[in-house]
T-cell receptor, first 111, second 113 residues
Framework: QKEVEQDPGPLSVPEGAIVSLNCTYS??????FMWYRQYSRKGPELLMY????GNKEDGRFTAQVDKSSKYISLFIRDSQPSDSATYLCAMSAYGNNRLAFGKGNQVVVIP | DSGVTQTPKHLITATGQRVTLRCSPR?????VYWYQQSLDQGLQFLIQYYNGEERAKGNILERFSAQQFPDLHSELNLSSLELGDSALYFCASSVATLPNEQYFGPGTRLTVT
């Protein structure tokens, strides 16, 4: 079983729709949870960072962490064509200096 | 623009050769991380340096090595290259030793022929 599982998609949605992405993980020591956005031929860009369980909102983006279910989610409201990218979840344990990434979820927002 | 720079952008080389990838972290960041991204494996952590010292090792092959210099730039050396080493290599940096809030460079695309 991989440490972090993320359905690679791709996911196509019409402009204005809500995009829902999620990852599951197996390592209960993970406490830091991140979402990165990666455009084609670019480096990953940090989108959201959450510590432990709970929700975090930043503009059109909401990140949710449910540690009891080992499940994290990213929601994008009012999706725009510029949101078309690959979204990667990442997580780490306290004191462990590495990020474990999901394989990424390709999202296409159709105008 | 994350503030992390990587050179070169592209590298094409033959099997058995050795290459060096270079990374300059964001101003003020002391930690540098190297990652390999391939289609089948996704983004894999290779190694981390903090202020010149190795801090953590991931899935880094013995043929690969890295170092961080006093000016905080880092180099990843890949030797005895194989076809399977073809991938995107990313450098990331952060202020502290904890891996959260890492900022990634644009990457170096390595093609081994």
């Amino acid at each position: 079983q991989k440490e972090v599982e993320q359905d690679p998609g791709p996911l196509s949605v019409p402009e204005g729709a809500i995009v829902s992405l999620n990852c599951t993980y197996s390592n209960s020591a993970f406490q830091y949870f991140m979402w990165y956005r990666q455009y084609s031929r670019k480096g990953p860009e940090l989108l959201m960072y959450t510590y432990s369980s709970g929700n975090k909102e930043d503009g059109r983006f909401t990140a949710q962490v449910d540690k009891s279910s080992k499940y994290i989610s990213l929601f994008i409201r009012d999706s725009q064509p510029s949101d078309s990218a690959t979204y990667l979840c990442a997580m780490s344990a306290y004191g462990n200096n590495r990020l474990a990434f999901g394989k990424g979820n390709q999202v296409v927002v159709i105008p | 623009d994350s503030g992390v720079t990587q050179t070169p952008k592209h590298l094409i080389t033959a099997t058995g050769q050795r290459v060096t990838l270079r990374c300059s972290p964001r101003s003020g960041d002391l930690s540098v991380y190297w990652y390999q991204q391939s289609l089948d494996q996704g983004l894999q952590f290779l190694i981390q340096y903090y202020n010149g010292e190795e801090r953590a090792k991931g899935n880094i092959l013995e043929r690969f090595s890295a170092q961080q210099f006093p000016d905080l730039h880092s180099e990843l050396n890949l030797s005895s290259l194989e076809l399977g080493d073809s991938a995107l290599y990313f450098c990331a940096s952060s202020v502290a030793t904890l891996p959260n809030e890492q900022y990634f460079g644009p990457g170096t695309r390595l093609t081994v022929t």
